[in-house]
């Protein structure tokens, strides 16, 4: 008998430590989470800073007359499938990165431009761009070895 009430008190102490555990694991992918997230940010206004700042200004305020600003515009804010069809056919000068960014990097740089200099948008996903894409009938992304769009 004796032989089971250590394990008796192991599965008891261990039972008390469930409520710092789960604490702990959720602590945990709340981190990760937001490490995700920011991360993902991160990977947004890099790609934002490589492709669309020379027009669009770091700042998202464009150049009056010659490129559009991006912070508080209401195009860009408004219905995500309408601002993704610009990066994938081009509208008036600007071209289109359908060749040149992935269903995924353009998820993410939208995402970014979308949710930042006051904009308030909602995120696109990897899955949107992709359906829009189809219903566009825009080639899928080719990882742009053979493009000489940009």
Known sequence: MSSHQPCGKGIGAALALLPALHAGALALVLGLAAAQLHAQELDGKALFLKNCAACHQASGKGIPGAFPALAGNGFVQGKSSEVAAVLLK?????????????????????????????????????????????SLQVEHYSHGQMSNKH
């Open 90 to 134: 081009g509208r008036g000068g600007m071209p289109d990165f359908s060749d040149s960014l992935s269903d995924r990097d353009i998820a993410t740089v939208l995402s970014f431009v979308r949710s930042n200099w006051g904009n308030k948008g909602t995120a696109l996903s990897e899955s949107e761009v992709l359906e829009l894409r189809e």
